[in-house]
C-alpha cells in the first residue's frame, strides 16, 4: 500500500518555526482530504489542520494563526508551517490523506510513520 512520508521534524526553540512536508511513496488517487495530527506520549492522536481538494483549510483552535496547512490535495503534497512554537506543540506530526470511494462511501485512510518536532523552552 502506498505510504506518506514526513520530513521536516527536529528540535527548534520555543518562538521558533519549522516546516513540515508530506509527500506519497506512490500514488493515491483520488484523494478528498490531506490532514495533519500530532500525538505525544500516552496521549491520543490529535487533529491539527486539514486542506481539502478545493483548497479549504481548517484548524485546531490551538494553532490558529500560528499555523498554516498548503498543498495540493491532487498531488497528495501537503505542507505544515508552524510559527511561533511553544513546548506544548511538541509531538509526533503524521501526515494523513482521507479517501472516500464507492456507495454508499467508505472511508480509506493513508498514513506515514511520522516526523518528531520538539519545542524547547
Known amino acids: 500500500q502506498v505510504q506518506l512520508v514526513e520530513s521536516g521534524g527536529g528540535l ?3 518562538g ?13 488517487v483520488s484523494v478528498d482530504a490531506m490532514v495533519w495530527y500530532r500525538q505525544t506520549l500516552g496521549d491520543q492522536r490529535e ?3 486539514s486542506i481539502a481538494t478545493d483548497g479549504a483549510t481548517a484548524y485546531t483552535n ?3 494563526g500560528r499555523f498554516t496547512i ?7 503534497t501537503v505542507t ?8 506544548e506543540d511538541t509531538a509526533v506530526y503524521y501526515c494523513n490523506a482521507v479517501v472516500y470511494s464507492g456507495s454508499p462511501p467508505r472511508r480509506t485512510d493513508y ?3 511520522g516526523t518528531r518536532v520538539t519545542v524547547s523552552s
Open 12 to 14: 527548534v526553540q520555543a
Open 62 to 64: 490551538s494553532v490558529k
Open 70 to 76: 498548503s498543498g495540493d490535495v491532487a498531488k497528495n
Open 16 to 28: 521558533g518555526s519549522l516546516s513540515l512536508s508530506c509527500a506519497p511513496s506512490g500514488i493515491i
Open 47 to 49: 487533529w491539527v489542520a
Open 111 to 113: 498514513w506515514g510513520k
Open 80 to 87: 505544515l508551517q508552524m510559527n511561533s512554537l511553544t513546548p
